[in-house]
């Protein structure tokens, strides 16, 4: 998500209110310093975000091929999935906003059945819930694997984990169609180089605005609610068992990675889904009919939704400086030792030979 310059349309498409156009006033006078407002800014970091995911892929793929956990192995299926779809939702869109940035074609001539519109709108809405869906379901699977270990004794392999990612691609595209079936609809935003959700007070749109910011909302809780617990066991099952010097690497870093996701997730878009939540029922308490957004809700959208494409930049980071290697070199006493088993209380002998056996397969 999120190229979105700030220079206005070369002509004014007010005039249209019962299309995708009409929802906002494209020529307000914005104030906001120079730098921001040229296009080059969103250019240059979206570029950033595409190189940075690329780079953070090469390292995830690369270290796919050296574990024998599958455990490690499925979580990587996991970030493969989430990194995948932001460098997606950053190609997607720049190539929509790139060719506007250089042409500033006119909206109304170039899409005038608004099927361009309703494909980048989608496109915001797929490629924005899925990585906080993906942050869900990741958290949740360490949530298991940590408070639930001896029942995971057949863990999630590599073809279960991508069709658990692909499960929640196909729910988001889902969520997507939406307002292309007629819930809701996509309309341009200010400045005019992108499209969106629209946050108008008729059903359809009110729905539709709070079904993605409380299904956003309720993403970021589950990850902080499952993070926070796994954290906590792992700390605890430390200290009981007096076996602060028996960690395991890999979980180490997967949890680092995973709140790592989570503190970048809740900071990106929390401001957006409340401001979204906020809106929506402030216009159902007034019950005033709109028929265009007011120029500070434009303003401040634009705003937010930048704070969410820097999501796409710094996910790729967490993978890359909180990997084993670089948390080995700022901590070397996270060294490789026995496995999450080995804190529990001792094991019926055949189900630990039967446990090794199966790690061993893995």
């Given at each position: 998500?999120?190229?979105?310059?700030?220079?206005?349309?070369?002509?004014?498409?007010d005039?249209?209110p019962?299309?995708c156009?009409?929802?906002?006033?494209l020529?307000?006078?914005?104030?906001?310093?120079?730098?921001?407002?040229?296009?080059?800014?969103?250019?240059?970091?979206?570029?950033?975000?595409?190189c940075?995911n690329?780079?953070?892929?090469?390292?995830?793929?690369?270290?796919?091929?050296?574990?024998?956990?599958?455990?490690?192995?499925?979580?990587?299926?996991?970030?493969?999935?989430l990194?995948?779809?932001?460098?997606?939702?950053?190609l997607?869109?720049?190539?929509?906003?790139?060719?506007?940035?250089?042409?500033?074609?006119n909206?109304?001539?170039?899409?005038?059945?608004?099927?361009?519109?309703?494909?980048?709108?989608?496109?915001?809405?797929f490629?924005?819930?899925?990585?906080?869906?993906?942050g869900?379901?990741m958290?949740?699977e360490?949530?298991?694997?940590?408070?639930?270990?001896?029942s995971?004794?057949?863990?999630?392999?590599?073809?279960?984990a991508?069709?658990?990612?692909?499960t929640?691609?196909?729910?988001?595209?889902?969520?997507?169609?939406?307002?292309?079936?007629?819930?809701?609809?996509?309309?341009?935003?200010y400045?005019?180089s992108?499209?969106?959700?629209?946050?108008?007070?008729?059903?359809?749109?009110?729905i539709?605005c709070l079904?993605?910011?409380?299904?956003?909302v309720?993403?970021?809780?589950?990850?902080?609610?499952?993070?926070?617990v796994?954290?906590?066991t792992?700390?605890?099952?430390?200290h009981?068992?007096?076996?602060?010097?028996r960690r395991?690497?890999?979980?180490?870093?997967?949890?680092?990675?995973?709140?790592?996701i989570m503190?970048i997730?809740?900071?990106?878009?929390?401001?957006l889904?409340?401001?979204?939540?906020?809106?929506?029922?402030?216009?159902?308490?007034?019950?005033?009919?709109?028929?265009?957004?007011?120029?500070q809700?434009?303003?401040?959208?634009?705003?937010?939704i930048?704070?969410?494409?820097w999501?796409?930049?710094?996910?790729?980071?967490?993978?890359i400086?909180?990997?084993r290697?670089?948390?080995?070199?700022?901590?070397?006493?996270l060294?490789?030792?026995?496995?999450?088993?080995?804190?529990?209380?001792?094991?019926?002998?055949?189900?630990?030979?039967?446990?090794?056996?199966?790690g061993?397969l893995?």
């Amino acid at each position: 998500m999120g190229w979105e310059d700030t220079e206005p349309p070369n002509v004014s498409l007010d005039s249209q209110p019962h299309t995708c156009f009409g929802a906002v006033n494209l020529s307000l006078n914005v104030t906001q310093p120079k730098a921001i407002t040229s296009p080059w800014f969103s250019t240059a970091f979206g570029l950033i975000g595409l190189c940075s995911n690329l780079f953070a892929l090469y390292v995830l793929l690369s270290s796919s091929r050296q574990l024998s956990s599958r455990s490690r192995s499925s979580f990587l299926v996991f970030l493969c999935g989430l990194v995948v779809t932001d460098f997606m939702g950053l190609l997607v869109t720049a190539a929509v906003i790139i060719p506007y940035h250089f042409t500033k074609f006119n909206w109304a001539q170039v899409d005038p059945g608004c099927h361009l519109c309703n494909f980048l709108g989608f496109s915001m809405v797929f490629f924005g819930q899925c990585p906080l869906l993906l942050g869900a379901t990741m958290a949740g699977e360490r949530f298991v694997g940590i408070n639930r270990p001896f029942s995971r004794s057949t863990s999630v392999s590599k073809r279960r984990a991508w069709a658990i990612v692909a499960t929640v691609w196909g729910f988001s595209c889902a969520l997507g169609l939406l307002p292309v079936l007629g819930l809701g609809r996509y309309t341009l935003q200010y400045p005019g180089s992108w499209c969106f959700l629209t946050l108008l007070p008729d059903a359809g749109n009110v729905i539709f605005c709070l079904l993605f910011a409380l299904l956003g909302v309720c993403s970021v809780l589950l990850s902080f609610v499952f993070n926070t617990v796994s954290v906590v066991t792992l700390c605890r099952v430390y200290h009981d068992r007096e076996s602060v010097q028996r960690r395991r690497d890999s979980e180490v870093e997967m949890m680092v990675q995973l709140v790592g996701i989570m503190v970048i997730a809740t900071i990106c878009w929390m401001p957006l889904l409340i401001f979204i939540i906020q809106i929506t029922l402030q216009q159902l308490r007034t019950g005033e009919p709109l028929h265009m957004l007011p120029g500070q809700t434009q303003q401040l959208l634009l705003i937010y939704i930048r704070m969410v494409t820097w999501n796409q930049i710094l996910d790729p980071w967490v993978y890359i400086l909180f990997r084993r290697a670089v948390l080995q070199r700022l901590h070397p006493g996270l060294r490789t030792r026995p496995s999450l088993l080995s804190l529990y209380p001792v094991l019926n002998p055949s189900l630990r030979r039967k446990l090794t056996q199966e790690g061993r397969l893995q």
